[in-house]
């Protein structure tokens, strides 16, 4: 087959273009070429800007066009308006976000989604959605990730846990072991991207781990493992997180406070998907990959986008000791 990719180059793009290549296909690269513009093997790439270059792609046809990088409806609009002639599917990298997490509930991919206000990142990501598939209808495949971790992250969000359990010491960890978690690895996500476009698949998926597949406290465990650091583990109590200003999800990654209102993110129904062919990889391979890439990324504790400073651990650290 012969795939394009709107975006492609930093973190889930590139990673569906791997697995496009190791499954045999032609992949194009559409972008403005500044992540990452050095040209890649087996891959094309054409710059432009898709707000205002999609002549560029004029005059040629796809077996299925990726967008990764879709988070305006008039972005949707006018990309679904220029390749509804080009292109037998449309594969639209949506969120899990799309619903509403505030409900506490099982999300599924028919749990209402948000709507208001429009330019939110949910509410926006929900009218794109709208818009590919009122014109691609069967030809349109739609895709909720949960939250993506892997080699390549720009985030943080999770690269977070191996970084800092493999600097040692004592590690402020959120509540308790049992703590649910749900994320998806970008290869698994990938994999399951191309198998979609493979079978022709026209299906809306809600995709990131089975629910209770995953806890904190195996992903703190299994960095321990992976890194060999002798890490402790000192789990601080939700009260005392909230009354610290500690924020669920940026400031301890993956964790979901019960009171923050989007517990549902981590309580995501994926049966859909699994049936599909969606597979969920060993969580120590997500961990040692994550882990080998930060490394060689240079990546320390202290200079990442997400999670606690060393200094701000040390006070929250000292006061949960002054507590007990």
Not at 162 to 187: H, K, M, T, W, Y
Not at 202 to 231: D, K, M, Q, W
Not at 287 to 297: E, F, G, I, N
Not at 304 to 310: E, H, R, V, Y
Request: charged share 25%; glycine share 8%.
């Amino acid at each position: 087959m012969n795939v394009l990719i709107l975006g492609g180059t930093r973190f889930l793009g590139r990673h569906i273009a791997d697995a496009l290549i190791e499954h045999g296909h032609t992949v194009t690269l559409f972008n403005r070429g500044v992540s990452d513009p050095v040209a890649r093997e087996r891959i094309g790439q054409i710059h432009g800007d898709r707000e205002r270059d999609l002549s560029l792609l004029a005059g040629r046809m796809w077996d299925a066009v990726v967008d990764t990088c879709c988070y305006r409806p008039q972005t949707a609009q006018r990309s679904s308006r220029f390749f509804d002639d080009c292109t037998a599917r449309y594969v639209f990298v949506s969120t899990i976000s799309v619903h509403d997490l505030s409900a506490e509930a099982i999300i599924t991919e028919e749990t209402p989604q948000m709507r208001e206000p429009r330019e939110e990142y949910g509410p926006a990501k929900a009218l794109c959605e709208t818009i590919v598939r009122s014109t691609f209808r069967h030809r349109a495949t739609i895709v909720r990730p949960g939250l993506i971790v892997g080699p390549y992250d720009p985030t943080d969000r999770f690269t977070y846990w191996p970084v800092r359990v493999d600097a040692g010491g004592d590690v402020l960890a959120p509540v308790a072991p049992s703590e649910p978690a749900q994320f998806i690895d970008v290869r698994d996500l990938s994999q399951f991207i191309v198998h979609t476009i493979e079978m022709h698949d026209g299906g809306t998926y809600n995709v990131t781990s089975p629910r209770g597949h995953f806890t904190i406290g195996e992903v703190l465990e299994t960095c321990a493992r992976v890194s060999g650091s002798g890490a402790r583990f000192v789990w601080a109590d939700e009260q005392f997180l909230k009354d610290n200003d500690v924020s669920p999800w940026m400031d301890l990654p993956l964790w979901v406070g019960a009171n923050s209102g989007a517990r549902s993110i981590v309580n995501a129904d994926v049966r859909r998907a699994l049936t599909a062919g969606l597979t969920i990889r060993p969580l120590h391979q997500t961990v040692r990959d994550t882990l080998a890439w930060a490394r060689a990324s240079g990546k320390r504790w202290g200079d990442l986008k997400a999670g606690l400073s060393p200094k701000r651990e040390g006070e929250l650290l000292q006061r949960l000791t002054m507590r007990a």
